[in-house]
């Protein structure tokens, strides 16, 4: 399998709060995603800046994908849409209503 989507995703939340949501993605987000078995699925990072500014922590996520039809897969045909559960949007204090899409066009080495 080799990506060629990236779904790009940023999301902030409080000092306090920002163990909460890392759990929350590792412990429910991701794996629910990955039970999905979705095709074209390649895999993920989830990201936690060590910079904090105004109190908040950012996080960033970025899921592979073979092609667009994939993240179609995944998201329906709104797939810009950000995908936030309520656990998670319970602890986060903004974040992107939409994801962004960039097609990879090399890969170095």
Same mark, same amino acid.
């Given at each position: 399998?080799?990506a060629?989507?990236?779904r790009i995703?940023?999301?902030?939340?409080?000092?306090?709060?920002?163990? +909460? $949501?890392? +759990?929350i993605?590792e412990g429910?987000?991701?794996?629910? /995603? @990955?039970e999905r078995?979705?095709?074209? @699925?390649?895999?993920? $990072?989830l990201?936690?800046s060590?910079?904090v500014?105004n109190?908040e922590v950012?996080?960033?996520t /970025? /899921?592979?994908f073979?092609? @667009?039809?994939?993240v179609k897969?995944?998201?329906?045909?709104? $797939? *810009?849409?950000?995908h936030?559960p309520?656990? +998670? *949007? +319970?602890? @986060?204090?903004?974040?992107?209503?939409?994801?962004?899409?960039?097609?990879?066009l090399?890969?170095?080495?």
């Amino acid at each position: 399998m080799r990506a060629t989507v990236a779904r790009i995703w940023h999301g902030r939340t409080t000092v306090e709060n920002a163990d +909460a $949501y890392q +759990a929350i993605a590792e412990g429910e987000v991701f794996p629910a /995603i @990955l039970e999905r078995e979705i095709a074209g @699925l390649v895999g993920a $990072y989830l990201m936690r800046s060590n910079v904090v500014e105004n109190g908040e922590v950012e996080f960033t996520t /970025i /899921i592979w994908f073979e092609s @667009l039809d994939n993240v179609k897969d995944f998201m329906g045909e709104d $797939y *810009r849409q950000a995908h936030v559960p309520e656990s +998670a *949007r +319970a602890v @986060l204090k903004h974040f992107d209503s939409e994801a962004e899409h960039l097609h990879i066009l090399n890969r170095f080495p």
